[in-house]
């Protein structure tokens, strides 16, 4: 089966349908870093660097040479929508949100027979509900028609170590008769921030390299699976931090962060190191606790938290084992990134991706729809042979 995978990031999403045996045959991403390392990892995808408003379904068409699409994916930019946005109600007045309708444009003129949106679960309360079922009936409405639900997922519940939720719209054609269902959690226990990353190599802050060995076995079957193609760790250099700032991640336990620090190591106004600041948002500094899942990681992660045993923010590595890309998927594009610099960095591509393991059992999901089968998803993921073939 095919897939379009549009505003396609670094490719998470794309992953997870390439492990479920889908062809990804064009992607689009306005980001020039995200295109490199999409490329990168997927050499052989006809990809243009281009926002949607500047890319005509003819030009998509040429592309695939008008070959039938089975499915559309797609996560539109969310900053509209974000609970982070104080103005989040005020949707219809974003021009952000401009990229959701050429997303439906898309989907319209392409008719594939299923489509699938990803975005954040503040989409959920904006305006009462009433923005999600707008969004809806714009499938519902769109060219022929598409059946259409949505849902909250976690993506601890398949595999991923992380508590991220997202909101999941799946859409089917109305001439297939089919209704949209969502993958049953398949995770009784979900796997912990420890149990992702306790293979890579224990760097302090300042150390590493772009491509290093091993240093012990894998450690579990998650470990076994993130290392399947991988002979090296790449993407695992630490940030360098300062004295006070190691001194001030010492005093931070588990599931602590700034907010709990004493004066001594209270964070200083920027260019005034004399005065503390004020300003302290509570995910700043997190040491994560080993034996859960992480928070949600967010595209800000290089600086929000602090590994669970040593003196550091995390490595691009270990967020990327946190989303779940294997260790040969290479990010492309500067570590970190300055203001003024352009495109995204590799923390900020890692946090903004579709963890690809719960990409996995959406796309499973759709293909076991689309194929009239029994869902078919294994208890353990990554123990399933057509993810690792």
Known sequence: MTVIDL??????LALGFKWAKFKTVFASDIDENCEKTYLFNNPKVPFIKRDLRHISTHEIKSIIDNDVVDVVVGGPPCQGFSLANKKRNKVDKDPRNELFYEFVRVVKDLQPKAFVMENVRGLLSMKKGEVIKLMKQEFENS???????YKLLLASDYGVPQNRQRVIMIGYRK???LIPEFPPKTYLRPITAW???????????SEGDENMVYRTQPQNAYQDFMRV??????????MRHTKRLIERFKVIKAGQSLAHVSQEHAAVKRGNPKEKSKIVFSQNNQRLHADKPAPTIAASFQSNFIHPYLNRNFTAREGARLQSFPDDYIFQGMRTKMS????????QQIGNAVPPLMAYVIAQKIKDT??????NIGHKLFEEANLVS
């Open 7 to 12: 505003f396609s990031g670094c490719g998470g």
């Open 143 to 149: 060219g022929i028609g598409y059946n259409v639900d």
């Open 175 to 177: 001439d297939l008769d």
């Open 195 to 205: 149990e992702a990353i306790s293979d890579l190599p224990q760097i302090n802050a």
């Open 229 to 238: 193609k991988s002979d090296k760790v790449n993407n695992h250099i630490a």
């Open 340 to 347: 003024w610099e352009k495109g995204l960095s590799q923390y």
């Open 370 to 375: 689309l194929e009239n089968r029994p869902n």
